[in-house]
């Protein structure tokens, strides 16, 4: 069956737009009827293209460019997943009851094609390895040992617990960044403001007095001359210094050092490590518990990290234990992981709770994230205070010694 997205109106005049299965577009516009729904337009999804129609009638489907499905969607998605396999619905049923309430318009036509896969006999991992842009390697190996271990419905629950506390990670770091990163852009837009508008003005009763200008004042002039002459300039050199390091972090070296260096660098070093760190700490835990191979885990985790220096780190726990060695010891000799890390992993693999001690620690870091964050943002807040208070006071010293020479002349 194909999948066809429509537009129309409701029996009571509402218009309504989705997307239907069936074998053409005929048949499609026969179920929506059958569903009292009376469509305008019906036109059969294909994978990447955002138009549709041909020559003058072409229409571009601008939402196509902007619609994603977040991590928000895909826990939502679990969780309802999950609620429906344990009460005992058959899995092309539970999937067409997501396919009807899923909100996201990017999502409803992927889960569509799930489910036709899924009623003509494949596995439910196996439908998703079809749309690994949406499904990680994660969720695809992890579904597939719960329908492999028939528990399936346990298995999309620690998914969705996974997913849960990814999005909340993830919040924490994006709110405590919000408020800096907002109040730097304003006060740069204020300043900016100031001298390309307002200096300009002054400079006309500083070039009445007829007398020499002390040096802050040229400098502040000078400035504001630049930018007011040149802006255009300073736009190209900022976005040529962004191109420059974009293009520097996608190459392989220039990506090793700027993530050597994320680790590193004062306050967020910290931060970054505590957040790899968790992140493989809660993944590889969810993993070994969902019963995925311990060298597939492993492989797993390694693209899931977010960092190539410590993915090295645990490419050579996958040496290690392909060759019948322990998990802990590369962890320690990388120097990339803190020794509460190492400890707690040397004592899971000796009591055989390895998954149970890794998920603490994943807890423990996920806390101190989260102080780390409220400290820092408390520190940031009265910082960017105070440089943005220098700034001013020195605009508005350059304008004041001026007028106070021309004082103390007369």
Known sequence: MAVFEYKGFDAAGKSVKGVIDADSAKGARSKLRRQQLFPTDVWEQTKGKATRGKG????????????????????????????????????????????????????????VEIREDVNQGDSLAKALKKHRNVFSDLYI????????????????????????????????????????????????LIVAGMFIFVIPRVRRIFESMNQALPLPTRMLLGVSDFLVSYWWLAILVVAGMAYGFYRWVRSPEGRRKWHQLLLVMPIFGRVNRLVAVSRFCRTISTLLDSGVPILSAIAIVKTVVGND????????????VREGQSI?????????????????????????????????????????????????????????IVVLGGVVAFIALSLILPMLQMSAVA
């Open 141 to 188: 190996n992890m579904v597939a040992a719960g329908e492999s271990s028939g528990s399936l419905d346990i298995v999309l629950k620690r998914l969705t617990d996974y997913t849960e506390a990814t999005v909340k990670l993830r919040g924490e770091v994006m709110s405590a960044l919000m408020y800096p990163a907002l109040m730097g852009t304003v006060s740069v």
């Open 328 to 384: 802990a010891g590369p962890l320690k000799a990388s120097g990339q992981f803190p020794p509460m890390v190492t400890h707690m992993i040397t004592i899971g693999e000796k009591t055989g709770e390895l998954e149970a001690m890794l998920g603490k620690v994943a807890d423990s870091y996920d806390q101190q994230v989260e102080n780390t964050l409220r400290g820092m943002t408390s520190l940031l807040e009265p910082l960017l």
């Open 309 to 320: 220096i410590i993915a090295d780190a645990v490419g050579k726990v996958g040496e290690n």
């Open 56 to 111: 003058l009638n072409v229409e571009i489907d601008l939402s196509r460019f902007t619609q994603r499905v977040s991590v928000s969607d895909l826990s939502a998605l679990t969780s309802q997943l999950s609620t429906l396999i344990g009460a005992g619905i058959p899995m092309v049923e539970a999937l067409s009851a997501l396919v009807d309430q899923v909100e996201n318009p990017a999502l409803k036509p992927i889960l």
